[in-house]
């Protein structure tokens, strides 16, 4: 059952305030609001990224569970290795068996589209009971906004630069939400955290799912996304009014569509508040990228739609 707002205002602070995130971060608001899907003992497995470094500058930490930091591309490789030691020792009698430890990795957009894709995909084929959260920021921050496979088109990252030889990123975004589903494991979803109740009730779903769950947030980021760091969840619910970013979920194969926008806004009220993506109001080809990043969103909301039974 998903806790009401009293019960989540009551629940254990995991991830404390103090550490270095940037103001308006959306990463801490996600992890906070995923690790309240749970009461139970928690381990976390952090690849390097944003959040690892600024919530553990020695000798602090901002962390109130166990706590792991692995490398870039292995996060969900050791969370699946210290799940299964957890099982095992479990089946030998040497630990606690009532105790029902949950495990769950984070990593960013970078450390998961990219460059810990394989691992991800290893730990769920082998069927670890664990969760894997992507806290998607849309481009590698922590070192300096470079493009990732995660970047939408028309994006301006450090390594997609627009100027007069490309307007920013020129290729649409991986489906890596899609790519896990394709795992067939019992629980796969996407989620902002403006959306506090979709976000909390799918990590209890995937804390629960009895094998490996993925979800994919959203989390803006004011530095890489140049918006207003006061705008963080105004901006995660403009992602998904805009089916720039859809909210669903698939358990065991079926998909369910969380939230429909009552209407359907056009990507330029998500895209115009961010400088990077100010040149695409700036000139004709401009103009021309957004209408192509129009039709791809249509093409991928309606695909979804006609996936959940809805279109
Ligand atoms: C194998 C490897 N390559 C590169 C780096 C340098 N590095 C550290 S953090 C980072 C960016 C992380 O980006 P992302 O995973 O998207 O997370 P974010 O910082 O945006 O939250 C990079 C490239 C590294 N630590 N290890």
């Excluded at 140049?226 to 963080?232: E, F, I, M, Q, S």
Aim: proline share 6%.
């Amino acid at each position: 059952m998903a806790k009401n707002l009293k019960q989540l205002s009551e629940s254990p602070v995991r991830l404390t305030g103090g550490h270095r995130l940037c103001p308006g971060c959306g990463e801490p608001i996600a992890v906070r609001q995923v690790l309240m899907g749970t009461d139970k003992p928690v381990l976390v497995a952090n690849a390097t990224g944003c959040l690892e470094v600024s919530t553990t500058i020695f000798p602090y930490t901002a962390w109130d569970v166990p706590w792991l930091h692995v490398a870039f591309e292995n996060a969900a490789a050791v969370i699946s290795g210290v799940e299964a030691m957890y099982a095992s020792l479990k089946k030998q009698g040497k630990i606690d068996a009532d105790a029902d430890y949950k495990f769950i990795a984070f990593g960013g957009d970078g450390g998961t589209y990219d460059i810990g894709l394989q691992a991800l995909s290893g730990a769920a084929e082998r069927g670890h009971d664990f969760v894997y959260v992507c806290l998607n920021n849309e481009a590698y921050m922590n070192t300096g906004v470079q493009r990732s496979s995660a970047t939408p088109m028309g994006a301006h990252t450090t390594t997609s630069p627009a100027g007069s030889v490309i307007p920013g990123k020129t290729m649409n975004r991986k489906d890596l939400t899609e790519i896990m589903v394709a795992h067939d494991i019992p629980y796969v979803a996407q989620s902002i955290p403006g959306r506090w109740r979709d976000l909390t009730s799918k990590a209890e779903k995937a804390f629960e799912a009895g094998g490996p769950a993925f979800i994919n947030v959203l989390a803006p980021c004011p530095l890489g996304w140049g918006c207003d760091g006061a705008l963080t969840v105004e901006m995660s619910m403009l992602a998904a009014d805009t089916c720039m970013w859809p909210l669903y979920e698939v358990e065991h194969g079926e998909y369910k569509v969380n939230y429909k926008p009552k209407e359907k806004k056009p990507i330029e009220e998500f895209l115009a508040p961010q400088a990077r993506f100010k040149h695409l109001f700036k000139s004709d080809e401009g103009e021309a990228v957004r209408a192509r990043m129009q039709e791809w969103v249509d093409m991928k909301w309606e695909t979804l739609l006609k996936k959940a039974g809805d279109a």
